[in-house]
């Protein structure tokens, strides 16, 4: 195996901490070919879809891949602006505003990226561009506020994939999950009652999670457990009782049975129960994209209001607001406690760049090697 080194190294150059935010990918365009490579490679992750590998190869580029990527795409091409995916830009927002944030309290020390799991830009990219800058501490961020094995575990898994191709590795920091972590909570309650201010309160509050396998629950995913628990410390924050709201998950796929109750069909039901009118927001979501754009605020709508609700409001997620912008570099604080900032003084890497010197002259005089 070849591994990756690090080019034109020089000791006298600075070091840093990184921070590499995530989130699960876009495809590159609104297209058929750019939602079949996409898909092949989210629907390929055996985190993702846990079933026999032959078996599935055949199901996944027999049918699947032959079929959905060209309605995919044309749900995408709802939802698409000019400069790219909704995921993708909020994505890059919250970096920035990461970034920004840092910057004024640790200056240039720590170096902010994103990446995708499935897309790009991808992990391994992202982390060249942190290896380039000097970084040798990283703390990996991905914004899944509740852990399951197909989305934090996953990205992990392509972490250390990456990371067997390298020659030097950082120190490591993963951040698994933050559901109940108390800046996130109130984010969220102030982005709620934020909305309310603004467009009233309705008489129950969804709360539409990303769904999962039911069987992942029973081989001990935490997934279940940590959305009920977010949907609790919310509600308890925003003063609600166990009337004024509800936990739902969305987006499943496939036949066998996912976490209940599913969001579609409680919107198909709520009308019969007398319910007329309803907020929905996606805590699981750190961004907007297609399944809070399109699934929630376009299909769901449209099953509560054919069912007979008179009142749907959608309630945007997180994306780069003020309030999740604080949360997120408070929990990237939490989790940097313990780290050292790097002496980047002038003298010092000067210091480091002779000593550097010195040894390779007394050793190996005339030869490059400039990372001894």
């Not at 919250?94 to 910057?103: P, T």
């Not at 509050?205 to 069987?215: A, D, E, M, Q, T």
């Not at 297609?290 to 945007?316: C, K, M, Q, V, W």
Request: glycine share 6%; aromatic share 10%.
């Amino acid at each position: 195996m070849k591994y990756k080194g690090i080019r034109n190294f020089q000791h006298g150059q600075t070091e840093r901490i990184g921070i590499l935010i995530t989130n699960l990918g876009t495809p590159d365009a609104p297209t058929p070919s750019a939602l079949r490579r996409y898909l092949a490679e989210f629907l390929w992750d055996p985190r993702v879809v846990e079933a026999p590998r032959p078996l599935w190869w055949l199901i996944l580029h027999g049918i699947i891949l032959r079929v959905r990527p060209r309605r995919s795409a044309a749900a995408y091409a709802k939802v698409w602006q000019p400069e790219g995916s909704p995921l993708l830009l909020h994505t890059a927002r919250q970096a920035e505003g990461i970034r920004e944030a840092l910057r004024e309290s640790h200056g240039q020390n720590l170096v902010v990226a994103f990446a995708m799991r499935y897309g790009n830009p991808s992990i391994a990219t992202a982390l060249d561009e942190l290896q380039a800058q000097g970084v040798s501490k990283l703390l990996v961020l991905p914004l899944y506020p509740q852990y399951s094995a197909s989305t934090a575990g996953s990205t992990f898994d392509a972490l250390a994939a990456d990371f067997t191709r390298r020659r030097w590795l950082p120190d490591l920091r993963f951040v698994a999950h933050y559901h109940d972590f108390p800046p996130y909570i109130e984010a969220m309650a102030r982005h709620i009652e934020a909305h309310w201010a603004n467009h009233g309160r309705k008489e129950k509050l969804v709360l539409s999670y990303h769904g999962v396998p039911f069987r992942y629950l029973l081989q001990g995913d935490p997934y279940h457990c940590e959305c009920h628990k977010t949907s609790r410390l919310l509600a308890d924050r925003l003063g609600l009782s166990d009337e004024d709201y509800i936990t739902t998950f969305q987006s499943r796929f496939g036949r066998e049975e996912w976490l209940q109750p599913y969001t579609d069909e409680t919107m198909k039901a709520l009308p019969g129960q007398g319910l007329r009118s309803v907020d929905v927001f996606c805590p699981g979501f750190s961004s907007d994209c297609l399944e809070t754009i399109e699934e929630i605020n376009e299909e769901n709508r449209g099953y509560f209001l054919d069912a007979g609700g008179e009142s749907f409001s959608y309630i945007p997620a997180l994306n780069a607001t003020p309030g999740h912008i604080e949360a997120l570099v408070k929990l990237i604080e939490e989790n940097l406690k313990g780290w050292t900032l790097p002496d980047n003084r002038p003298e010092t890497l000067a210091q480091r760049q002779q000593r550097a010197t010195a040894i390779k002259n007394a050793n190996y005089p005339g030869r490059p090697l400039d990372q001894l």
